[in-house]
């Protein structure tokens, strides 16, 4: 658990968080990383949080990249039709969230590229059609033998339904992998990360590809809105990585239904809180990445034409500045 060890009035933080954003390279500071909450940011009001890890270490996300492949890429793409993987592990994650590990075969990685998903299909006794629907793994790209889901139960959502439902021995089919975005060691001097829900996947897997390359010095900030405290999915992975790179990483967190004791924001994401976190639009070399439900797209970025079509910019990112070349829509 992070311990709090001071709190300033937004204002006075704004400058120090916008100097954050505005450098391209990182510089000495504070090794005391930001937990922020977003929403109802006012002009007299709103604290932001200073936190820092006094407990025991949690999972180093950078020790699978330890692991080298041994094997070949079990996802080629192309025509390669769909395989079928073994469920080898469930954990409940919390009241609607569980994490499912596949086998892959024997010395074999994933193979995937960032940013890139698997499309899973499942047809059920009772369907004239099998239901198809993507997932980014949030297993590292190289971990040999597995590939690990990051599955939201959802109401009469056929395929998360039957993958909660899964025991394990049971299979699934497996299909990708599925190019979302190629990104580039160093290719952008900073990366902001919007997302709401499980749209956390695929920005997770940025970060993996970032802060597991030691030659890679770009900055990620990230804005993750979420029901409640419970439904903010790899916030120790998040943790960790404020921790380890407080000059490079900052997280901040909004609950529309917080506890009492919530230090973060409250409400929705607000274009007072992107306009004080993130990265200037008029700042060199920036990519602002979108993720979550149509209520976040439709306030922040506009939602996409198809999987292929990014559609126009608008929302909240068009009103701060930002082009259509500076934003890309999961």
């Not at 306030?299 to 070349?325: F, N, R, W």
């Amino acid at each position: 658990m992070f311990a709090r060890q001071a709190f300033r009035s937004a204002q006075p933080l704004k400058k120090g968080i916008r100097r954050y954003a505005a450098e391209s390279k990182p510089s000495g500071g504070s090794n005391i990383p930001l937990l922020v909450g977003v929403g109802a940011v006012s002009a007299g009001g709103g604290y932001y949080y200073y936190t820092q890890n006094s407990g025991s270490p949690v999972g180093d996300i950078a020790q699978q990249a330890k692991q080298k492949a041994t094997g070949s890429k079990t996802f080629k793409g192309g025509d390669q039709g769909f395989i079928d993987l073994m469920l080898e592990d469930v954990e409940k994650v919390n009241h609607n969230t569980k994490r499912f590990r596949f086998a892959l075969p024997e010395g074999d990685v994933s193979g995937l590229d960032v940013a890139s998903a698997l499309i899973t299909k499942y047809k059920g006794p009772e369907m004239e059609k099998p239901v198809i629907r993507p997932y980014t793994p949030i297993s590292d790209e190289d971990a040999v033998g597995y590939l690990d889901l990051l599955v939201k139960r959802y109401p009469n959502g056929p395929m998360s339904e039957h993958l909660h439902d899964m025991e394990p021995k049971q299979r699934l089919q497996f299909k990708g992998p599925i190019p979302k975005y190629p990104l580039k060691p160093n290719q952008h001097n900073h990366i902001a990360l919007i997302a709401g829900g499980t749209g956390i996947t695929p920005m997770y897997q940025v970060c993996r590809a970032v802060f597991n390359n030691p030659e890679d010095k770009t900055k990620i900030t990230l804005v993750f809105g979420n029901i409640g405290e419970e439904d903010i999915l790899l916030k120790r992975e998040f943790e960790e990585l404020e921790n380890k790179y407080p000059q490079r990483f900052r997280a901040f967190y909004v609950l529309d239904d917080p506890p009492e004791k919530w230090q973060g924001g409250k409400g929705f994401i607000t274009k007072e809180l992107l306009k004080t976190v993130l990265p200037e639009a008029k700042s060199e070399n920036i990519k602002v990445f979108v993720c979550g439900p149509p209520g976040l797209y439709k306030a922040i970025s506009g939602t996409k034409k198809s999987p292929q079509d990014q559609g126009e910019l608008s929302g909240i990112l068009k009103e701060l500045g930002y082009s259509k070349d500076q934003v890309f829509k999961f």
